[in-house]
Structures are given as structure tokens and as C-alpha cells.
């Protein structure tokens, strides 16, 4: 199978774990993409959505989904979204897309975070994938120089601008062993808007697309 079969068979997986009558939270990505395009069939079942960006937001809308504002939502019992890497542990990391901090901010109101992703995302040790870091861009070279101190290796995302109007660092070379200890060592540099870390708020069911049909990990 292609790695587009493999997301497709995740997204399709995934509806079974929308909950009748809710909001549904949605998240970022060609992963995600498949995800909406699978909400739609059951748009007439859901109260709406919540997206973690405004592309995200334009597709739902686009298939006569409701997207909401999280503001004026009390409760999300699920939230479904890709990842860039993820470990059996259900350590993630995001940001790939550049929507890492509506996705943390959703994950967060989210009781329950299920992770779609094709077999090649899932890794022994997070950090292959450059770490991306959301700064207020007058922070760049202060949150640069510190991530630098950490052993990391910043990059400019150049010509982006995410959902909030900030840029993206993404930083390789970092020994992410410690995967929360390194979120919440990041989540202090004064600049820093979000970290695509997802450790401390890991993802709870992990459908892993693989060529042996869909596996369902979930967090211990
Ligand atoms: C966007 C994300 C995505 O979930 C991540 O980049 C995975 O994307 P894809 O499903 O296209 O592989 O974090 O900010």
C-alpha cells in the first residue's frame, strides 16, 4: 500500500471513534484532510467541529461541516489529528503543517486525543523530524540562541507565517530522550509560543496505518 492508502485507511478508522450528537475536534494535514473528507459522510450525526487551523476550518466548512469557535465550546470529547512522529509511548511531534499551537491549544480542551498517522511516522526516539518551535518573531534570535545552548540546530521556516502571526524555528539536532523534560525545558524560553512536543499531553489512541491493516496503540 501507498503511504496515501495508509492515510486513508487511518481516516476511515478514525470516524468509528467520533462521538454521535458532539463537537469533534479536528487537527492539521494531508492526514487530517482524509479525516474531513470521512466527517462529511457523517456531518448530519455531529454538532459541528473545532479546527486547529484556518485551512482545516475552510475544508470542513467546505463539506457542510459547522465549525465552531473554541470559545463557545464547553466540551470535546475527541480530537483526531496526524503527527510527524510519534513513539509507542504516544509521545508526539507536530508542528509540520506550522499548526502546532491551535493544535496544542485543541488537544487541551480534548478529553480524548486520537493520533492518525501511517506507519512511517512512528519512531523509537522523537528528534529525527526537525523539532518546529512557534516564536513571536521579535523573540527569533533570543529563542535562537537558546535552543542553540540546548545543542539544537534553529532554522527559519522562511516565507511562513502561522494562524497567529508568528514564525517557525525548526530545530535538529536536539537529544529529545526526555521528551516532556525537553517540552517543558523549550515551553520556558521567554519568546516561545509553543513547542510541537506533545508529551505532556500525548496522544491517548494511536491508529497506526500499516500494510497489514490498521493497528490501535493505546497510551498506558
Ligand atoms: C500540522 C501537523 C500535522 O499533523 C503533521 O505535520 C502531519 O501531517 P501529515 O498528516 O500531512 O503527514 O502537526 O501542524
Same mark, same amino acid.
Do not use: C, W, Y
Given at each position: 500500500?501507498?503511504?496515501?492508502?495508509?492515510? $486513508? $485507511?487511518?481516516?476511515?478508522?478514525?470516524?468509528?471513534? #467520533?462521538?454521535?450528537? $458532539? *463537537? *469533534? =475536534? #479536528? =487537527?492539521? =494535514?494531508?492526514?487530517?484532510?482524509?479525516? *474531513?473528507?470521512?466527517l462529511a459522510k457523517m456531518r448530519d450525526r455531529i454538532q459541528g467541529a473545532v479546527a486547529s487551523s484556518v485551512r482545516s476550518a475552510e475544508r470542513l466548512a467546505g463539506h457542510g461541516i459547522r465549525v465552531l469557535d473554541l470559545n463557545d465550546v464547553d466540551d470535546i470529547p475527541v480530537y483526531v489529528d496526524g503527527a510527524d512522529e510519534v513513539t509507542a509511548g504516544l509521545a508526539m511531534i507536530k508542528g509540520g503543517g506550522g499548526a502546532l499551537t491551535r493544535e496544542k491549544i485543541v488537544a487541551a480542551v480534548a478529553r480524548r486525543f486520537v493520533c492518525i498517522a501511517d506507519e512511517s511516522k512512528l519512531v523509537d526516539r522523537l528528534g529525527r523530524f526537525p523539532l518546529p518551535v512557534e516564536v513571536i518573531p521579535m523573540a527569533r534570535a533570543h529563542v535562537s540562541r537558546a535552543l542553540v545552548a540546548m545543542g539544537g540546530r534553529p532554522v527559519l521556516r522562511a516565507g511562513f507565517v502561522t494562524d497567529n502571526g508568528n514564525q517557525i524555528l525548526d530545530v535538529s539536532g536536539l537529544v529529545i530522550s526526555d521528551p516532556a523534560a525537553v517540552e517543558t525545558e523549550i515551553n520556558q524560553i521567554t519568546g516561545v509560543v509553543t513547542v510541537g512536543l506533545f508529551a505532556r499531553r500525548g496522544a491517548d489512541v494511536l491508529l497506526l496505518g500499516t500494510s497489514g491493516g490498521v493497528r490501535t496503540l493505546r497510551a498506558a
Open positions: 500500500m501507498t503511504q496515501d492508502e495508509l492515510k $486513508a $485507511a487511518v481516516a476511515r478508522e478514525a470516524v468509528k471513534h #467520533v462521538v454521535p450528537d $458532539a *463537537i *469533534i =475536534g #479536528v =487537527g492539521t =494535514g494531508s492526514t487530517a484532510n482524509l479525516f *474531513i473528507d470521512e
